[in-house]
């Protein structure tokens, strides 16, 4: 298992900027979310790359910024649409593969789009394979606006899709949904590859670790029973912290949480 730390954690600043703060920081792993087209340039993609050598950052996932656009270009029945984004998304793949990232983050469809289970599948099956091609693992995250809100959902395309698929766990939008995070757990299973992570209580379901309710040892001993190899990234938003020093405090005690499940003991 292994601890870190999204970009999207400093947005609205600039993601090379945003990297350069955490990597000078200490933090040791972390998440990509790509702004804008502009970030998928190779030039960019190279300077990034470089950038996570210079300070011996792991790059583990990259999210994307056409998350909001995943409903109509995926989930619509204009196929031309299907296959302008499928060529698309090779952008972000190669992104990956020149930072080393093999986790992209894939919301799918909004919730009331009116797509059966086997129509979801049919189209998540074709990015996972165009994903597989580039080495790349493409796992449907959970977020409380879209079909994967419900942990009923996960379980059944979970089965449906069989060794085809791969899930994010997001704590927050499980909370937001309604749901206990613990219950995704429980209908993704080995599947779980990555989890966003952060506190939760009576203040709010995006929290930094320690100013919520969330169990963080109960939770971090069911994940390295089904994904010992899993990574977590610390994901909040940035309202919700009062600067980079309070961020970084919450990546080391997140660090600290996940020792006894890191394979070597330390990240």
């Not at 970009?7 to 933090?27: H, Q």
């Not at 395309?157 to 429980?186: C, W, Y």
Request: net charge neutral; aromatic share 14%; glycine share 8%.
């Amino acid at each position: 298992m292994i601890a870190g730390v999204s970009t999207a954690c400093l947005y609205p600043k600039p993601l090379e900027e945003s990297l350069y703060d955490l990597a000078v920081n200490g933090v040791s792993c972390v998440e990509i979310f790509i702004n804008t087209h502009y970030e998928l340039k190779k030039s960019f993609a190279d300077s990034t790359a470089q950038l996570l050598k210079r300070f011996d950052v792991k790059c583990v996932s990259v999210h994307p910024f056409t998350c909001e656009m995943e409903t109509m270009m995926f989930f619509s029945d204009y196929e031309r649409r299907m296959d302008d984004i499928l060529e698309y998304y090779k952008l972000y793949f190669s992104f990956m593969n020149t930072v080393g990232a093999d986790v992209f983050v894939f919301h799918g469809g909004k919730t009331g789009s009116g797509k059966n289970r086997d129509f979801y599948c049919e189209r998540y099956s074709r990015l996972w394979r165009l994903g597989r091609e580039f080495g790349i693992k493409v796992a449907v995250e959970n977020v409380s606006r879209c079909q994967s809100a419900s942990s009923s959902f996960i379980r059944d395309i979970s089965h449906m899709l069989g060794n085809e698929f791969a899930f994010v766990l997001d704590t927050k939008q499980a909370v937001r949904a309604g749901e206990n995070p613990f219950s995704f757990l429980e209908s993704a299973g080995k599947s779980t590859v990555h989890v966003h992570i952060s506190d939760s209580g009576e203040f709010g379901d995006c929290l930094p670790i320690g100013k919520g309710r969330f169990r963080f040892r109960q939770f971090f001993e069911k994940l390295n029973s089904f994904s010992p190899q899993c990574s977590v990234v610390l994901e909040l938003y940035r309202s919700g912290f009062g600067g980079i020093s309070e961020l970084i405090s919450g990546y080391n005690i997140l660090e600290k949480m996940i020792e006894p499940y890191s394979k070597e003991g330390k990240i």
